[in-house]
């Protein structure tokens, strides 16, 4: 019989098609990202409920900042909403908080939310949910070479000493594993700038519904399906 794999340590998710579900429900499109902020709180719970011990959502990409302004400002504001209300929450179920991505090109409110979060949860290891604001993949890649370049010119590293545990140590998400599943909602099938090395080997997980309806028991199913898979890692197995 086939072995079932555990469940992922580690979940990604593209959270698309609030603004086509807002369309259809004949509404503006905030209303689309406040709807999907509550899906945030149905993966979380199934984040519990079945185990995962990190999730990380792509709330803001660094390319979101051209989208009309009345829409980046609903998205901000709802952000704002969203830390000021969960902090109890969190403590609650253990959850520990964090943001990667640009985060000091963020209003300062912002930031200072951002932080407050992460101080007061930090303790925490149940589950660790992980914003990506401002985030693009391949700025992360150039920060992370900035960063292993400095270090070579202060003589603190040589150029062989790079292998990809180190690059990895120098991307905005060290100290957590890769992601084992990527969830997309909206059906489309791009990575969109997402954690582009972090998820070599994950296992992809594509969805019709709009994230909006995308409920518990959905992402407990997608999590269901990772553990039939047969990981190889490329390897024969
Ligand atoms: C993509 O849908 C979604 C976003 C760019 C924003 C994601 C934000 C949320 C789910 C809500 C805020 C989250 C928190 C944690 C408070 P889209 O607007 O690109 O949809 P479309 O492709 O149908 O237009």
Redesign the pocket.
Known sequence: MKKKLLPPRHIAIV???????AKEHGLP?IK???Q??H??EESIAACLEAGVEFLT?????SE?WKRPQLEVQG?ML??EH?LHHKIEEMNRHEIRFQAIGRLSELSSNIQEQLEKVRRATAHHCKLTLT?ALNYGARHEMIDALRAIVGKVIQGALTPEEITEEVFSQHLYTAHMPDPDLLVRT?GEHRLSNFLLWQLSYAEFYIVKK??PDFKKNDLLEAIEAYQQRERRFGEVR
Request: hydrophobic share 40%; proline share 0%.
């Open positions: 959270m698309d098609g609030n603004g086509r579900w499109r689309g990202h406040e999907g902020a899906s945030v959502l792509y709330a803001f990409s979101n998205l709802l952000l969203y914003l909206s709009y994230w």
